[in-house]
């Protein structure tokens, strides 16, 4: 099929459409830049990408933010698809950063420094080896937050938190990795916690933090793209 240039001024929108005539959000976008059916699942995208690029679209409450930052990256996820060793690959990759990036910055802003530390020092985490050497660390960061219900805080989804637990827990869920389910989790509440914190008292100093992890997460998605 013949590739589609995507309009400058298209404004991607939240959630699945119908029709293209309805909207589109990044996935939808991609399917169309590729020339393939309508869909928010295009088949030459990588499925870890897809999910991450989904989740991250749905949750950015903004609809030109959430064009300046995804609408970029579109053209560099197509014909992504590839192995399942690709796929476990990325999926590690959207681990690490959620356990050893992004978590951490909202331990920091939250003056949680001591947890922080420890996700900040654990080895990347790549494979099977890495993943179980780094269980205890993210499990014991998850008790700052107790058992209670946490509401997922729009600096924390902006910051594609939510993105990178999506993208690696239903991966983990599908081959049945616990370790992998388990660290994203951990890594995925504490960030909410935290994230919730600083919330309370640093409410005029969010925004550079949400906007460097909007940036690294670009980054990371770039490097998934490119493995």
Not at 189 to 211: F, H, M, N, Q
Not at 213 to 219: C, E, G, I, P, Y
Request: proline share 4%; with cysteine.
């Amino acid at each position: 099929m013949e590739a589609i240039l995507l309009p400058e001024n298209i404004v991607l929108e939240r959630f699945n459409h119908k029709t293209r005539e309805e909207g589109m959000c990044a996935m939808e976008a991609a399917a169309w830049l590729a020339g393939e059916p309508h869909s928010d699942e295009p088949k030459c995208v990588c499925p870890i990408i897809s999910a991450f690029m989904m989740s991250w679209n749905d949750s950015i409450s903004d609809r030109y933010e959430r064009t300046r930052l995804l609408v970029p990256l579109i053209p560099m996820v197509l014909n992504t698809r590839s192995t399942p060793e690709v796929e476990r690959a990325r999926a590690y990759m959207a681990l690490d950063w959620l356990a050893r990036e992004c978590a951490p910055t909202w331990l920091e802003a939250a003056g949680i420094l001591g947890h922080a530390r420890d996700m900040r020092n654990l080895k990347p985490i790549y494979d099977d080896a890495s993943c179980g050497a780094s269980y205890a660390i993210c499990n014991s960061v998850s008790e700052i937050s107790g058992n209670g219900y946490l509401s997922i805080t729009r600096c924390v989804s902006d910051s594609a938190a939510s993105a990178a637990f999506d993208a690696t827990a239903n991966y983990a869920n599908s081959i049945k990795d616990k370790a992998m389910a388990s660290i994203a989790y951990n890594a995925w509440r504490a960030a909410r916690y935290a994230g919730e914190s600083a919330g309370r008292t640093l409410t005029d100093k969010l925004s550079p933090i949400v906007d460097t992890l909007k940036v690294s997460a670009q980054r990371l998605v770039e490097r998934m793209a490119a493995l």
